[in-house]
């Protein structure tokens, strides 16, 4: 990996993007950035608020918006949302915008670690475990389209994930 350029995660809800781009981020000397917390600063509000006023649609049109303004900088960890790969221009903007790690977990491992989880309004929809295997077909080959390196998180803590990751890049 080239260190001046972005380091990007993506990858489904609970794969632990955030968690693991804050240790990298220590590890390079780079800025962490999280793409739902920038959208939450910047609309005010809280992603169940958003959703509930502008639906999803309104939601998406924020994650364009912010992910496009986080990629005009650069020597970020950048942690995105699990649906930031849905739009065709975010995919593009991923594959130029730096090096992008898919961090991979199963369905049983994200049930575990959302379990208490009331921050993601898609988790509502419906069963749970249907949710997240439905979302995990339609999105999987869209990670592997902008991914440069798919990364297994396991079932160790974040620490050990960024270690073992890190290895790699
Ligand atoms: C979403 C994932 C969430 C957040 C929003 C929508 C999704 O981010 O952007 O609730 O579509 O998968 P995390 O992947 O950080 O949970």
Known sequence: MNPAANLILVGPMGAGKSCIGRRLAERYGLRALDLDREIERRAGADIPTIFAHEGEAG??????AALAEALAQDGLVLATGGGVVLDAGN?????????????????????????????RPLLA???????????????????AEVADLGFDTGDGSAAEAAARLARLL
Request: glycine content about 6%.
């Open 125 to 143: 929809r419906g069963d749970r475990e249907q949710v997240l295997r439905e979302l995990a077909a339609t999105r999987a080959p869209l990670y």
């Open 91 to 119: 995919r593009a903007r991923l594959r130029a915008g730096g090096f992008v790690v898919h961090l991979q977990v199963d369905v049983e491992r994200q049930l575990r670690r959302l379990a208490h989880d009331r921050s």
């Open 59 to 64: 939601f998406r049109a924020r994650e364009r």
